[in-house]
């Protein structure tokens, strides 16, 4: 989880994002909460968009997930529900790592490269350096690319997100974080959207859906966590990642589109792409979530994920 008061400030960039602009008040399309938007060829419909904050709050297709926590800050600080409720109405193809159930490990000398780590109590790894899961004194015997083989190889069975990053791009991504620590991801749906911030901690990434920070505000859990270990970038032009998600919200293909929209936003040569981080960041009342949207479908990520949902529901 990212520290409180950058979870409080993440909380109160999205809170000015989604309610300073008239524009994005104004659209018929907008789902109540403004969490689920259908995708851009469906947009030509209206709705009314009217009914109380908390009969609003319950339509919202991805409720469900949420509802326990949600009631429970009624419960305790009805006072802090109201409050947010009122804001609320004012206001490539080629995957980093998608998880497959792979062979094991066959080398002896690879199983001794990694160790356990220990995971908290709430389902996220307490100080998860690089060294805490490798021996990274023998893998520094390794090349390169002998290392991403036995990093791919081992976490290919496990259900998890996982990449090799060359460190030409990892350090762009690196550098533009600093400046914009924070954007508005769009994971796809059956019906549309679902949206989550990301939030730079260090070399970690928290993906936070927006409708927790809405409810929760600072206290709100991270769902999806992707760590970046750049100790081997300049020895082996490489840094090595993976990550960490809560399964009861996301699925290992929902966190793998997320992953994937990272470097989209980030790593990219398109200043038009990089630019929608940057307004997201510095100029909050000018940015367009349907901008968003428009970058992940013209990208392609995200194609299947919806295909299988659809597949699901048929």
Same mark, same amino acid.
């Given at each position: 989880? *990212?520290?409180?008061?950058?979870? /409080? /400030?993440?909380?109160?960039?999205?809170?000015?994002?989604?309610?300073?602009?008239?524009?994005?008040?104004?659209?018929?399309?907008?789902?109540?909460?403004?969490? +689920?938007?259908?995708?851009?060829?469906? +947009?030509?419909?209206?709705?009314?968009?009217?009914?109380?904050?908390?009969?609003?709050?319950? !339509?919202?297709?991805?409720?469900?997930?949420?509802?326990? %926590?949600?009631?429970?800050?009624?419960?305790?600080?009805?006072?802090?529900?109201?409050?947010?409720?009122?804001?609320?109405?004012?206001?490539?193809?080629?995957?980093?790592?998608?998880?497959?159930?792979?062979?094991?490990?066959?080398?002896?000398?690879?199983?001794?490269?990694?160790? $356990? *780590?220990?995971?908290?109590?709430?389902? =996220?790894?307490?100080?998860?350096?690089?060294?805490?899961?490798? #021996?990274?004194?023998?893998?520094? !015997?390794? @090349?390169?690319?002998?290392?991403?083989?036995?990093?791919? &190889?081992?976490?290919? /069975?496990?259900? *998890?997100?996982?990449?090799?990053?060359?460190?030409?791009?990892?350090?762009?991504?690196?550098?533009?974080?600093?400046? $914009?620590? @924070?954007?508005?991801?769009?994971?796809?749906?059956?019906?549309?959207?679902?949206? =989550?911030?990301?939030?730079?901690?260090?070399?970690?990434?928290?993906? *936070? @859906?927006?409708? #927790?920070?809405?409810? &929760?505000?600072?206290?709100?859990?991270?769902?999806?966590?992707?760590?970046?270990?750049?100790?081997? &970038? %300049?020895? %082996?032009?490489?840094?090595?990642?993976?990550?960490?998600?809560?399964?009861?919200?996301?699925?290992?293909?929902?966190?793998? $589109? +997320?992953?994937?929209?990272?470097?989209?936003?980030?790593?990219?040569?398109?200043?038009?792409?990089?630019?929608?981080?940057?307004?997201? #960041?510095?100029? @909050?009342?000018?940015?367009?979530?349907?901008?968003?949207?428009? !970058?992940?479908?013209?990208?392609?990520?995200?194609?299947?994920?919806?295909?299988?949902?659809?597949?699901?529901?048929?």
């Amino acid at each position: 989880r *990212t520290d409180r008061g950058g979870a /409080a /400030a993440m909380a109160a960039l999205l809170l000015q994002a989604w309610g300073l602009g008239a524009a994005l008040r104004s659209r018929a399309a907008l789902r109540p909460l403004g969490l +689920l938007v259908p995708p851009c060829r469906e +947009l030509a419909g209206s709705g009314s968009g009217q009914g109380s904050g908390e009969a609003a709050l319950e !339509e919202n297709p991805f409720y469900g997930k949420y509802r326990h %926590k949600i009631q429970e800050l009624r419960r305790s600080r009805p006072e802090v529900f109201e409050s947010r409720m009122e804001k609320r109405d004012e206001v490539k193809k080629q995957p980093l790592g998608r998880s497959t159930q792979g062979e094991f490990i066959r080398s002896m000398e690879e199983k001794a490269i990694f160790l $356990c *780590t220990k995971t908290s109590k709430g389902g =996220f790894t307490k100080d998860k350096t690089l060294d805490s899961i490798l #021996n990274v004194e023998m893998v520094k !015997e390794k @090349s390169a690319e002998e290392i991403k083989q036995i990093w791919n &190889q081992y976490f290919s /069975a496990k259900d *998890t997100v996982y990449a090799v990053i060359p460190a030409e791009k990892f350090e762009l991504m690196w550098k533009r974080a600093q400046r $914009c620590p @924070s954007f508005l991801y769009a994971l796809p749906r059956r019906e549309g959207y679902e949206f =989550f911030v990301g939030q730079w901690s260090g070399t970690e990434l928290h993906f *936070t @859906s927006l409708i #927790n920070i809405q409810t &929760q505000g600072e206290t709100a859990p991270s769902q999806l966590v992707l760590y970046h270990y750049p100790e081997l &970038q %300049k020895e %082996k032009g490489i840094v090595l990642m993976t990550a960490e998600m809560d399964s009861k919200f996301l699925v290992v293909q929902e966190a793998q $589109c +997320l992953a994937n929209q990272v470097p989209l936003f980030y790593a990219t040569d398109r200043s038009q792409t990089y630019e929608l981080v940057e307004t997201f #960041n510095h100029r @909050s009342g000018e940015f367009k979530y349907m901008s968003v949207i428009a !970058e992940l479908e013209q990208s392609g990520l995200g194609r299947e994920l919806r295909f299988g949902q659809a597949s699901d529901k048929s």
